[in-house]
């Protein structure tokens, strides 16, 4: 399998929860050291790192050939890789923090999809596809999150889409909406105060820890779960309920 966003918060529980089932882990990232720490703690053996910058589009078909050579197959790719830029004044959001954070939350994300997909296809085996949106798609986002809280709309939209595409070849594709999760993204220039209201408005009443996100990821990629696809899955403590 392959994990995008391997590093982040919530993509080392996720890596590190599909090690512990067994699977082959292709961990990928921007920070060499961080992946090589990461693969080398994680359970079983055969797991490789690999750095790429995913808004570069020409790294997707290397990656996806690189986990078909090393892994030995693909059946599941979950894609994490993702940036906020908060801005608190709308008035202050540039043409390039738009660009910046659709191209990899969305324009990468479909691409690299593709790419997965299209090797799924080839293989004639199915296969698993687990996208990452967020409590923002719904909620237009907090913070001075309106631009990622659009590509993370722009995620659902292109999750049902690729579900329709990919359904014959019985690949699935569904995605995890956490709602707020302890990690570097969420915690980054988030006002207290924002954080305080939003943590009122979760029946739980706390913020998740990254490892309560994981857990849903290996059940989509499960045959548990073969009969879901186009769904999002809403992650969020209560926060949202549908
Ligand atoms: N933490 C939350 O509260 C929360 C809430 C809703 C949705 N999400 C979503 O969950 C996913 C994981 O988020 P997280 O909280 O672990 O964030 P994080 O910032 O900890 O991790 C994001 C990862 O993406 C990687 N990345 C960024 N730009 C990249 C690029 N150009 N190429 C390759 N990798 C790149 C980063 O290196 C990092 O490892 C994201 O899709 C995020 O939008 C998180």
Redesign the pocket.
Known sequence: MVV?????????PVAEAFAATGAKVMA????HA?LESLVAGLDGEGHIAVV?????LETHDRLVDRALDELGGLYVLT??????RRRDNIDDVTEEDWDNQHD??LK?AFFLCRSAGRAMVEAGQGGRIVT?????WWTGGFGGAVV?SAS?GGVVSMTRGLARAYGPHRITVNS???????????M?DLDPEVYEAMKAATPLGY??E?EE?AGTVVFLASRHAGYITGATINVSGGFLMY
Request: aromatic residues 4%; hydrophobic residues 40%; without cysteine.
């Open positions: 995008t966003g391997a590093t982040g918060g919530i993509g080392r990928v990232g921007r920070d961080k790429a910058d995913l808004a570069d894609n994490l890789a993702a940036v906020l990899l939350n990468a990452f949106t967020s409590q923002s990622y993370k995890v909406s956490p709602g707020q999760a302890h990690s570097n993204m969420l980054t913020v998740a990254p996100i």
